[in-house]
């Protein structure tokens, strides 16, 4: 255990003494950080320096590591169904179907968090510029429009804690103005976002930096 | 209507895990019939091999009736190996899987309505076909309804125990046989005992004891194989 145990009750997640190795490379070690209400921390490091991994831990994707993760002071593996219900997760692989329409992949997706309705969908989808593509199937869509189908769940989903695996990867310049303005909105009410990018992120107020490059290698 | 009522219900935004269960089963239903060839694959497989057997044997009915269950139970379980792909791998290659993996309810009933839709749209069309099939492998017809109830009890069984081996290869890149060789030796006594009912019927023996042994295999399976899946999921995505 570290030696200042951070008592504060405002940090949403903390991570004390992260440890993670794969293929006998040392990711990071010794790695510590909060996320208090309000902050967004953007993960930073090069390719291949566990930027993915790390948020995957953080959710409970990844089990290989050693430290201590806990929300809102208490360990996070013993009250996940908590967790999950306050945590957004995108990863690369954005969690839409192809075979379905955006309508119906976010009537899946966002039922598992809380009850929705079709009119709140349209207008998520509508508001990221996907108005008129809600029932064609999600393989005529483009890459960057299937990422808005992904991200419209952020203006569904009531979780207070965004997990964001690159989310700016495959949109257009319009495109990342919406999601920054999402960002700031959801910070300005509270919330919480991790955020890996290699994109410059364009929010006012509470952002945090991590960086990885330098912590695993000796 | 029904939309405006439900928000009045669900004043808060917190959904049951009965809820949950339904959405994913009707997702996976409508993902199953809007990919209309994977739903009729093992339909026309299960229909194609049990033909090739008059034809390659001997159409002669005597000997026909005797192979008749064998064949079909073996078919059956070729046809349940070739649709459980469907089961788990696209959700993994395009990242809804994680989405399922993360949601706030119990992973066990997520499984158990994937599984279910599974079974909904490959081993109950199995079952539907079976008497045509049966028909044409002259079954006598005091064993029909024995093989449909045990095929009913028996094909449940088959997607529960393949949802096992899907989940623990999903993220292999290559698995050729390795699903085969891990559900086949496991589905071997759901076929011994689908197998024994039938023919204990014709030959004029009761068949509650073989339907009721089937019938707790069923209860063991369900209790315990979407477990085991979703213990298996999170070792996948790992």
Same mark, same amino acid.
């Given at each position: 255990?570290?030696?200042?145990?951070?008592?504060?009750?405002?940090?949403?997640?903390?991570?004390? @003494?992260?440890?993670?190795?794969?293929?006998?490379?040392?990711?990071?070690?010794?790695?510590?950080?909060?996320? +208090?209400?309000?902050?967004?921390?953007?993960? @930073?490091?090069?390719?291949?320096? *566990?930027?993915?991994?790390?948020?995957?831990?953080?959710?409970?994707?990844?089990?290989?590591?050693? *430290? $201590?993760?806990?929300?809102?002071?208490?360990?996070?593996?013993?009250?996940?169904?908590?967790?999950? #219900?306050?945590?957004?997760?995108?990863?690369?692989?954005?969690?839409?179907?192809?075979?379905?329409?955006?309508?119906?992949?976010?009537?899946?997706?966002?039922?598992?968090?809380?009850?929705?309705?079709?009119?709140?969908?349209?207008? $998520?989808? $509508?508001?990221?510029?996907?108005?008129?593509?809600?029932?064609?199937?999600?393989?005529?869509?483009? $890459?960057?429009?299937?990422?808005?189908?992904?991200?419209?769940?952020?203006?569904? #989903?009531?979780?207070?804690?965004?997990?964001?695996?690159?989310?700016?990867?495959?949109?257009? +310049?319009?495109?990342?103005?919406?999601?920054?303005?999402?960002? +700031?909105?959801?910070?300005?009410?509270?919330?919480?976002?991790?955020?890996?990018?290699?994109?410059?992120?364009?929010?006012?107020? *509470?952002?945090?930096?991590?960086?990885?490059?330098?912590?695993?290698?000796? | 209507?029904?939309?405006?009522?439900?928000?009045?219900?669900?004043?808060?935004?917190?959904? !049951?895990?009965?809820?949950?269960?339904?959405?994913?089963?009707?997702?996976?239903?409508?993902?199953?019939?809007?990919?209309?060839?994977?739903?009729?694959?093992?339909?026309?497989?299960?229909?194609?091999?049990?033909?090739?057997?008059?034809?390659?044997?001997?159409?002669?009915?005597?000997?026909?009736?005797?192979?008749?269950?064998?064949?079909?139970?073996?078919?059956?379980?070729?046809?349940?190996?070739?649709?459980?792909?469907?089961?788990?791998? !696209?959700?993994?290659?395009?990242?809804?899987?994680?989405?399922?993996?993360?949601?706030?309810? !119990?992973?066990?009933?997520?499984?158990?309505?994937?599984?279910?839709?599974?079974?909904?749209?490959?081993?109950?069309?199995?079952?539907?076909?079976?008497?045509?099939?049966?028909?044409?492998?002259?079954?006598?017809?005091?064993?029909?309804?024995?093989?449909?109830?045990?095929?009913?009890?028996?094909?449940?069984?088959?997607?529960?125990?393949?949802?096992?081996?899907?989940?623990?290869?999903? !993220?292999?890149?290559?698995?050729?046989?390795?699903?085969?060789?891990?559900?086949?030796?496991?589905?071997?006594?759901?076929?011994?005992?689908?197998?024994?009912?039938?023919?204990?019927?014709?030959?004029?023996?009761?068949?509650?004891?073989?339907?009721?042994?089937?019938?707790?295999?069923?209860?063991?399976?369900?209790?315990?194989?979407?477990?085991?899946?979703?213990?298996?999921?999170?070792?996948?995505?790992?």
């Amino acid at each position: 255990m570290p030696s200042e145990v951070n008592q504060n009750t405002q940090n949403m997640l903390s991570a004390r @003494q992260l440890f993670c190795e794969r293929d006998d490379r040392v990711l990071f070690d010794s790695l510590d950080f909060d996320l +208090a209400e309000g902050e967004v921390l953007q993960v @930073q490091g090069g390719n291949g320096s *566990g930027k993915t991994t790390l948020l995957r831990i953080i959710c409970g994707l990844h089990d290989s590591f050693e *430290g $201590a993760i806990s929300w809102y002071g208490d360990p996070i593996e013993k009250q996940r169904e908590l967790f999950y #219900s306050s945590l957004l997760y995108m990863g690369h692989r954005v969690g839409v179907n192809k075979i379905l329409s955006p309508l119906e992949n976010l009537r899946w997706s966002c039922s598992m968090h809380g009850s929705t309705t079709p009119t709140q969908i349209e207008s $998520a989808l $509508a508001q990221l510029g996907l108005r008129g593509y809600e029932n064609s199937p999600c393989h005529m869509l483009s $890459a960057g429009q299937q990422q808005r189908v992904s991200l419209a769940r952020l203006l569904i #989903s009531p979780a207070k804690l965004w997990v964001l695996d690159e989310p700016f990867t495959t949109l257009d +310049a319009h495109g990342v103005k919406d999601l920054e303005n999402l960002l +700031a909105n959801h910070v300005d009410n509270g919330g919480s976002v991790l955020v890996t990018t290699h994109h410059k992120l364009n929010v006012s107020s *509470g952002i945090h930096y991590l960086k990885l490059d330098d912590v695993g290698h000796d | 209507m029904t939309e405006s009522e439900t928000e009045i219900i669900m004043g808060e935004r917190g959904i !049951s895990t009965f809820e949950a269960f339904r959405a994913t089963l009707k997702r996976d239903l409508l993902v199953a019939f809007k990919g209309r060839n994977e739903l009729l694959n093992p339909l026309m497989f299960f229909f194609i091999v049990v033909s090739l057997f008059p034809i390659g044997i001997t159409p002669d009915r005597e000997v026909l009736t005797e192979i008749a269950v064998g064949v079909l139970w073996v078919s059956a379980l070729l046809a349940s190996l070739l649709s459980l792909d469907n089961l788990y791998r !696209s959700d993994y290659e395009d990242g809804s899987l994680e989405l399922l993996l993360l949601s706030p309810h !119990s992973l066990y009933f997520m499984t158990l309505a994937k599984i279910l839709s599974h079974w909904l749209v490959s081993g109950l069309p199995l079952v539907l076909l079976s008497p045509l099939l049966g028909y044409m492998l002259a079954l006598p017809t005091e064993a029909y309804w024995t093989m449909i109830v045990t095929l009913l009890l028996g094909t449940p069984i088959l997607s529960l125990l393949g949802s096992i081996g899907v989940a623990l290869t999903v !993220s292999l890149g290559s698995r050729g046989l390795i699903l085969a060789m891990i559900i086949l030796p496991m589905s071997v006594p759901i076929l011994i005992a689908g197998t024994l009912a039938v023919g204990s019927v014709m030959d004029g023996n009761p068949v509650g004891g073989h339907i009721a042994i089937m019938g707790a295999m069923l209860a063991v399976a369900a209790s315990l194989a979407p477990l085991a899946s979703a213990a298996a999921l999170r070792i996948s995505v790992n």
